[in-house]
């Protein structure tokens, strides 16, 4: 997230379609560091064992445990799709923060 902009100007938030990230449930962030976003995640597909090394990049929903952009989707094989897509499983995917160690790349913010 870019903080210099305007909510309302898109230049303030990260590409979700170019970078792979996730995000943390409302619920979860407010138990941790307040710096938070920028931190390293690891997601893990546990049906595929496959892993990505990213950030949190936003705060979403507290009714359900991690999202990730579209961009992580396609990396998954998943349909991308902000509408349809992603993965019903709520088993499927192992998110591992470490709030207070920031991302390659990122920034930690509030």
Do not use: W
């Not at 938030?13 to 560091?33: G, L, N």
């Not at 950030?55 to 991308?80: N, Q």
Request: charged content about 25%.
């Amino acid at each position: 997230m870019n903080p210099g902009y305007d909510k309302y100007d898109v230049r303030r938030y990260v590409d979700s379609e170019k970078v792979k990230f996730c995000v943390i449930p409302s619920s979860v962030r407010m138990s941790v560091h307040p710096k938070f976003l920028g931190c390293r995640t690891v997601i893990t597909d546990q049906l595929t064992g496959k892993t990505l090394e990213c950030a949190c990049c936003d705060i979403g929903p507290a009714d359900h445990l991690g999202e990730g952009s579209m961009a992580a989707g396609v990396y998954f094989g998943l349909d991308p799709s902000p509408k349809y897509g992603g993965s019903s499983d709520d088993d499927r995917f192992h998110y591992r923060f470490f709030p207070g160690v920031p991302a390659p790349a990122f920034e930690l913010q509030g």
